[in-house]
């Protein structure tokens, strides 16, 4: 399997709005769209959009967000993950087992509408990395 483009890197902030403030301030960056919740996922999301990739901040939504002991951690927020697209996320998924990574949990719908999984920080080099099926748009 080759690398795939680089979607997005995942920051995780306690406010979305006070980190868009920061865009905006510093940049002049304004949100792709409005910010949305993915319960499945256990966030609030908003992208911003970069020439080449996205950012993607997430909020927790609920007290058993998987970003909940992170912002316990890093009070302020930061960077989260880095999600790389492959063509197909079951094959993807094999791939990544075969060779020993573990795999957290099963394939989900994440924010592009398309099929995610994470894959341990632990077996990436200390980088949680979200492996994503491309949109069939993007084709
Ligand atoms: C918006 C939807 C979707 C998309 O479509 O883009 C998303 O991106 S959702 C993003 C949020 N979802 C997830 O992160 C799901 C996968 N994450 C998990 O399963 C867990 O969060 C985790 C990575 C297994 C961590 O477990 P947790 O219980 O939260 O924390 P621990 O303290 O037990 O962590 C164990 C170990 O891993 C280190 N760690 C934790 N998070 C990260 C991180 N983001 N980057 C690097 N390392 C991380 C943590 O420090 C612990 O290490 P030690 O202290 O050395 O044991
Ligand atoms: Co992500």
Same mark, same amino acid.
């Given at each position: 399997?080759?690398?795939?483009r680089?979607?997005?890197?995942?920051?995780a902030?306690?406010?979305?709005?006070?980190n868009?403030?920061l865009?905006r301030?510093l940049?002049?960056?304004?949100?792709?769209g409005?910010?949305?919740?993915l319960?499945?996922?256990?966030?609030r999301v908003?992208?911003?959009?970069?020439?080449n990739?996205? #950012?993607?901040?997430?909020?927790p939504?609920?007290?058993?967000?998987?970003i @909940?002991? +992170?912002?316990?951690?890093n009070?302020? *927020? =930061?960077q989260?993950?880095v999600?790389?697209e492959?063509?197909e996320i079951?094959?993807?998924?094999?791939?990544f087992?075969?060779?020993g990574?573990? #795999?957290?949990?099963e394939?989900?719908?994440g924010?592009h509408g398309?099929? @995610?999984? +994470?894959?341990?920080?632990?077996?990436? *080099? =200390?980088?949680?990395t979200?492996?994503?099926?491309?949109?069939?748009?993007?084709?």
């Open positions: 399997m080759n690398l795939g680089l979607n997005h890197v995942g920051v902030t306690p406010s979305i709005e006070k868009l403030e865009y301030t940049f002049g960056a304004e949100p792709h409005p910010a949305f919740d319960p499945a996922q256990g966030v908003c992208f911003v959009d970069t020439p990739s996205q #950012i993607e901040l997430i909020e939504l609920g007290e058993n967000s998987p @909940v002991k +992170f912002l316990e951690k009070p302020l *927020g =930061g989260h993950h999600c790389f492959v063509p079951h094959a993807a998924k094999a791939e087992e075969e060779k990574a573990r #795999i957290l949990g394939p989900r719908i924010a398309t099929l @995610v999984f +994470f894959v341990h920080p632990k077996d990436m *080099g =200390g980088v949680l979200e492996i994503m099926e491309t949109p069939k748009s993007a084709h």
